[in-house]
């Protein structure tokens, strides 16, 4: 596609509840990484695919999140038993690779309640 | 820790102001130095810095590095009200991600 696509937009979830969020990246970027805003805050890393391979999760915040991107070009960020901490925005971003700047979707805002 | 700082956090200007947000770093390896402009959720690429002194511009968004003092400025001359937005700086340390600073919220009065 043109851009980094990301579902849903919103997304309100029951503190417990299971969540994946998609990240379609840009047709041939090599790389993907996701990211999580808190409101009010920078972006800070969660992890990072080379194709099909996780080579970095050293963000993701417990063992309740994890991410996969098994074909190497969509990806899925899944948040286990959400707790109300998790509420955030969470960016994927795609790049070619190389020294390319990256191109961030639009985010899904996720609302643990 | 590898660490990305921004000032100010938020400033307020009117119309025609010229402004000169700032971004300083410090990490590991230093690659490249990025600038986003954020207005909802997709944060849009302005400029990649990887050499000190060379100016980029952009119509009227320029910025500079400075590898030595370890930071970089954003400046947007004749602002307008649509240049109202988060502007991120983060910084490309080789380690395969990027550090974002906090940003800057820029609000332009008409």
């Known amino acids: 596609g043109a851009g980094v696509s990301q579902s849903p937009r919103y997304k309100v979830a029951k503190r417990g509840q299971d969540v994946a969020l998609r990240c379609d990246p840009i047709?041939?970027?090599?790389?993907l990484f996701w990211y999580q805003q808190a409101l009010g805050q920078g972006p800070e890393f969660l992890t990072y695919?080379?194709?099909?391979?996780?080579?970095?999760k050293s963000g993701l915040p417990s063992d309740r999140f994890f991410a996969e991107r098994p074909e190497g070009s969509v990806s899925t960020l899944k948040i286990q038993r959400t707790q109300q901490e998790d509420s955030a925005v969470y960016l994927c971003?795609?790049?070619?690779?190389?020294?390319?700047?990256?191109?961030f979707g639009s985010g899904t805002r996720l609302t643990v309640v | 820790e590898d660490k990305v700082v921004q000032s100010p956090l938020s400033l307020v200007v009117h119309e025609g102001d010229t402004v000169t947000l700032n971004c300083s770093y410090e990490?590991?390896?230093?690659?490249?130095l990025l600038w986003y402009k954020q207005e909802k959720k997709a944060p849009t690429f302005l400029f990649m810095l990887?050499?000190?002194?060379i100016e980029k511009k952009s119509g009227r968004l320029s910025s500079i590095l400075d590898k030595k003092e370890l930071f970089s400025i954003l400046n947007i001359t004749a602002t307008q009200t649509g240049d109202s937005a988060i502007y991120l700086c983060?910084?490309?340390?080789?380690?395969?991600?990027?550090?974002f600073g906090p940003g800057t919220r820029l609000s332009v009065l008409p």
């Open positions: 983060a910084v490309d340390n080789y380690g395969q991600n990027f550090v």
């Open positions: 990490v590991t390896n230093f690659r490249s």
């Open positions: 047709s041939g970027h090599v790389s």
């Open positions: 971003a795609s790049s070619p690779g190389g020294l390319y700047g990256y191109t």
């Open positions: 695919f080379q194709n099909e391979a996780q080579l970095d």
């Open positions: 990887t050499s000190s002194g």
